[in-house]
């Protein structure tokens, strides 16, 4: 039985959606973490490769699939937690997975939201890692 599935999603192209009901704290989906870049490999790649790079924990992660497909929203239902998708509430099988990307963005995302949610920002903009604290 998998966990998860990849369809096509209403908020854009392909997202990862719950095969089976997930519980608050339950991971979603581990990472594959065998791509962490360095800033100069990251800085060679195309801007269509950065859109899945995840910056955490000081790290350019290439996101592999099925995790490079979680799609964005103001209002997820996962937080990143040791290269792992983590449910912060309760999710349903069938629904969609998602995680707010500005906790892990580069310089170069900067994008529309289309989440529709709610609590919807609108767009997405990079936040500078917290280096100093
Ligand atoms: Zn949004």
């Given at each position: 039985m998998p966990d998860i599935v990849v369809k096509k999603s209403r908020i854009s192209g392909i997202g990862v959606f719950a095969a089976r009901d997930f519980k608050e704290g339950d991971i979603v989906l581990k990472w594959d973490t065998g791509y962490i870049l360095t800033k100069a490999e990251f800085e060679k790649m195309t801007r269509e490769d950065k859109r899945y790079i995840t910056f955490f924990d000081k790290k350019y992660v290439f996101m592999q699939p099925p995790e490079r497909y979680v799609n964005h929203s103001c209002n997820p239902n996962t937080i990143g937690k040791d290269f792992c998708d983590v449910a912060n509430k309760d999710i349903s099988k069938g629904e969609e997975i998602t995680s707010d990307y500005s906790d892990y963005a580069d310089e170069d995302l900067n994008f529309e939201c289309?989440?529709?949610?709610?609590?919807?920002?609108g767009f997405v903009k990079y936040q500078a890692p917290k280096d100093n604290i």
């Open positions: 289309r989440c529709k949610g709610k609590s919807c920002k």
